[in-house]
């Protein structure tokens, strides 16, 4: 019952979340032709709900993926440096003013993406030398990664011209506003080859989700299923990183809320997770426009403010048992 | 590299017996094929090389002495079930029959009343039973135990060794173990590892002068309490 409200309650927000944000629509001509309020709700307002839906689908995927992966709920693409990694390709991309590339992908994706990838054959390769059961050490060096990162972006800043700087701090703090319909069916379609992937691999991943050598024994080929997923998973992430910026805490909570509401098995719990995550970070993005401040509220510091607490709360939780 | 030149050729049921760290765990490991080795490996006649993962595990299946599960939820039969995998068409869901064979394997092991548990929940002896049914719904011909009795009380090391003796009717067991009463009733022809050699013994392992030998323990009797 409480499920059904939960469910229902989302599906409400993104229903009505267009309808909310810094111009109040007049409700009666958003459907007639050639209005303002017309271009603003179809413009704007639609396509961004739809991109923060698809990117909350994404991260909380691939929250689950790496949690599910390296068999540690402290994992995910923000904790082991991979949005950072994707943040810093972006970044450089800005710095250097590069425009649109080839088939109007443009460099700032393109650059998100090999940042996000080159993280993940990094700790790929640093993993090597540890041993199978030190995941605590893998977070650390995703941790430091994270850090190192940071401290270059700082020397992009250092060398940028005003105005570059600008456009990189706004980016750094996340931003789900979004012109037109490009992006938000792009990282549709991303959203959808991720959830692809990791669903057609269910098993797989429930294999590897008991040891890596178990899996090995019931005849997974472990490495290149764990490297096809974390890079597909790294797409949808270096893509999503270059257009909104980097959202933290997302794939961090929305795994473990919905494994708390459905304790069901990993295949059980995918679909859930990515609709979840998709509806939740719809919502943050909802109370950022309702707040009604000086302008709009960053969408990285609504989800850390609600994940910052969340975060702790896990690891005493942890320590507790 | 703990043993040197080891070349191994199982084609009947084995126990492995040795110092802690002379490299049983290691050997089996290299069975399976998880670890690198230098050297030759045959199962019954093939490679051990030569096989695809697949076919590899349904030949071989291996059951560790812990289990160590992040899924939390996972419930008795959907764990079990894991040992359908190497049947399964890839993408697709486990069949009926594949789900047949797990029930089958619970009564045959009588955990029937065990199955909409979750794992994590169980207690060590009953995770080491749901192990076994694991490895039985493999089908696989071998079944490695890697100490199996290691974190069992005696009442459930009894159930244990109860049920790998029956085992040996239906697959090839190979045992490793410190566990001499456990290797004493289970009563395999025993590779024994010492200072880096192996030793085989048919039968004649079981006598105390043979055991005062190689552990350098005084030995009376080691009595058989599984019956």
């Given at each position: 019952m409480i499920k059904l409200f939960v469910w229902a309650f989302f599906f409400g927000v993104l229903v009505i979340s267009p309808f909310i944000g810094a111009v109040n629509l007049d409700v009666a001509s958003i459907f007639g032709a050639d209005s303002l309020s017309s271009s603003i709700f179809f413009d704007l307002r639609v396509p961004r709900v739809l991109f923060a839906f698809f990117a909350g689908s994404v991260l909380a995927l691939s929250g689950l993926l790496f949690q599910t992966l390296f068999r540690n709920a402290l994992m995910t693409?923000?904790?082991?440096?991979?949005?950072?990694?994707?943040?810093?390709?972006?970044?450089?991309?800005?710095?250097?003013?590069?425009?649109?590339?080839?088939?109007?992908?443009?460099?700032?994706?393109?650059?998100g993406f090999l940042g996000a990838v080159f993280t993940v054959f990094l700790l790929i390769y640093l993993s090597q030398f540890l041993r199978s059961a030190q995941h605590e050490s893998l977070l650390l060096l995703g941790i430091a990664l994270s850090l190192f990162y940071s401290a270059t972006l700082m020397i992009v800043f250092y060398l940028g011209s005003a105005m570059q700087n600008d456009m990189l701090i706004r980016f750094t703090m996340g931003s789900l506003s979004v012109?037109?319909?490009?992006?938000?069916?792009?990282?549709?379609?991303?959203?959808?080859?991720?959830f692809g992937s990791v669903y057609a691999y269910r098993f797989e991943l429930q294999l590897l989700s008991v040891s890596e050598d178990q899996a090995t024994l019931k005849g997974v080929n472990a490495p290149r299923v764990t490297l096809g997923l974390l890079i597909a998973s790294s797409l949808g992430i270096g893509v999503l990183?270059?257009?909104?910026?980097?959202?933290?805490?997302?794939?961090?909570i929305v795994p473990h809320v919905v494994a708390k509401i459905y304790p069901t098995t990993l295949s059980g719990r995918i679909l859930k997770t990515a609709l979840f995550g998709g509806f939740f970070l719809v919502l943050c993005d909802t109370v950022s426009r309702a707040l009604q401040t000086q302008s709009e509220l960053p969408i990285g510091i609504v989800t850390a403010l609600i994940g910052g607490p969340f975060f702790i709360y896990l690891i005493i939780a942890k320590a507790h048992k | 590299m703990i043993l040197q030149n080891v070349s191994l050729e199982v084609q009947n049921h084995l126990t492995i017996l040795g110092a802690n760290g002379s490299g049983k765990s290691t050997l089996a490991k290299a069975i399976c094929g998880l670890v690198p080795y230098e050297g030759e490996i045959k199962l019954n006649a093939r490679n051990v090389e030569e096989l695809s993962l697949k076919e590899k595990a349904k030949t071989i299946s291996y059951i560790p002495a812990k289990l160590e599960i992040y899924d939390n939820f996972i419930r008795v039969e959907e764990f079990v079930l894991l040992g359908r995998f190497p049947y399964k068409k890839s993408f697709f869901d486990y069949s009926k029959e594949d789900k047949n064979i797990v029930e089958e394997t619970l009564e045959f092991l009588k955990i029937s009343h065990l199955k909409e548990r979750s794992v994590s929940s169980l207690s060590s002896g009953e995770q080491q039973l749901t192990l076994i049914a694991q490895a039985l719904a493999q089908r696989s011909r071998i079944i490695i135990f890697d100490e199996p009795t290691a974190n069992l009380d005696p009442s459930n090391s009894k159930t244990i060794a109860q049920r790998i003796k029956g085992l040996k009717e239906r697959c090839q067991i190979i045992l490793i173990t410190h566990d001499l009463h456990l290797a004493c009733y289970v009563d395999s022809p025993v590779l024994f590892i010492k200072e880096k050699r192996v030793h085989y013994y048919e039968r004649e392992f079981f006598e105390d002068a043979t055991l005062h030998e190689l552990y350098g323990v005084e030995f009376s009797s080691l009595a058989v309490k599984y019956d």
């Open positions: 693409p923000y904790t082991l440096g991979v949005s950072s990694g994707a943040v810093l390709g972006a970044g450089i991309a800005i710095k250097l003013g590069l425009g649109t590339l080839f088939f109007g992908i443009g460099a700032v994706s393109l650059f012109i037109g319909w490009r992006d938000p069916i792009l990282l549709g379609f991303i959203a959808l080859m991720v990183v270059s257009v909104s910026g980097p959202i933290g805490f997302v794939g961090l | -």
